[in-house]
C-alpha cells in the first residue's frame, strides 16, 4: 500500500510508468558494471520514493512482505539492485520460502519514532 496508495489510484512505479537509470538502483543504474552493483543507502534516489514518503520502493533489495492472497506466505517485491526495471514494479511479487536467503533481499523495518 505504500508504494502505490490505493489500488489503480498510482502508476506501477512511485514516480510514473517508467524509471530513468538514475531513478532507482536497478541493472542499468551503473552502466551494468559488474564491480559497481550492490545496495545503495537507503534515499540515494529521491525518485523511487514513494506518495507516500516512503524511500527505495523500487529496485535496490527485494523486499521481503506477506502474501494478502495467501495469509501468512512470505512475498518478494519490488526488484533488486541486478533486476530491471520490468522487475522493480511495485505491482511485481515472487512467492518465496520462509527460509529462502539471497543477496536481492531485504527487509523494511517500519517503527514509530520515540
Avoid: K
Amino acid at each position: 500500500m505504500g508504494a502505490r496508495r490505493a489500488r489503480g489510484r498510482w502508476p506501477d512505479l512511485p514516480i510514473g510508468n517508467a524509471l530513468a537509470p538514475d531513478d532507482a538502483n536497478v541493472d542499468v543504474t551503473y552502466g551494468r558494471d559488474p564491480l559497481a552493483f550492490g545496495p545503495d543507502e537507503v534515499g540515494s534516489h529521491p525518485a523511487s520514493r514513494s506518495p507516500v514518503g516512503a524511500d527505495d520502493m523500487a529496485g535496490n533489495v527485494w523486499e521481503w512482505t506477506r502474501s494478502v492472497e495467501t495469509a501468512g506466505a512470505p512475498v518478494a517485491r519490488g526488484g533488486g539492485w541486478y533486476n530491471a526495471e520490468v522487475s522493480s514494479r511495485s505491482t511485481n511479487r515472487e512467492h518465496g520460502e520462509p527460509t529462502q536467503r539471497h543477496v536481492l533481499m531485504g527487509l523494511r523495518v517500519c517503527a514509530t519514532p520515540r
